[in-house]
């Protein structure tokens, strides 16, 4: 299985930045991707940026793009989220996913971390 643990979370000012990390544990055998997804209070999960394992290639929403980055330590199985210049319509529970096969599963699964809340507030 794939274990997922995510950290950085906090109280920010607006404005202000944080940096989430991600690392990713268990008996995985490749990592196709991994991604950020955010959940608002009374909101769906949304997508907010994913990087491909090979080649790097980035993806971001609308609503983060110019503002977050997204980024990976391939040798510690991590993804990282740099946030700046943070509003409270970033207030969410963070969570992360990685599309993995395993070294008993060949198919690509999704995995999801368990969430870091991300309050923006004065």
């Known amino acids: 299985q794939v274990q997922l643990v995510e950290s950085g979370g906090g109280l920010v000012q607006p404005g202000g930045s944080l940096r989430l990390s991600c690392a990713a544990s268990?008996?995985?055998?490749?990592?196709?991707?991994m991604a950020w997804f955010r959940q608002a209070p009374g909101k769906e999960r949304e997508f907010v940026a994913t990087?491909?394992?090979?080649?790097?290639?980035?993806y971001y929403s609308d609503s983060v793009k110019g503002r977050f980055s997204i980024s990976r330590d391939n040798a510690k199985n991590t993804v990282y989220l740099q946030m700046n210049s943070l509003n409270s319509e970033d207030t969410a529970v963070y969570y992360c996913?990685?599309?993995?096969?395993?070294?008993?599963?060949?198919?690509?699964?999704?995995?999801w971390g368990k969430g870091t809340l991300v309050t923006v507030s004065s």
């Open positions: 990087i491909y394992w090979s080649g790097g290639s980035t």
């Open positions: 996913k990685t599309r993995a096969t395993t070294a008993s599963n060949y198919y690509v699964m999704d995995y």
């Open positions: 268990g008996s995985i055998r490749s990592i196709a991707s």
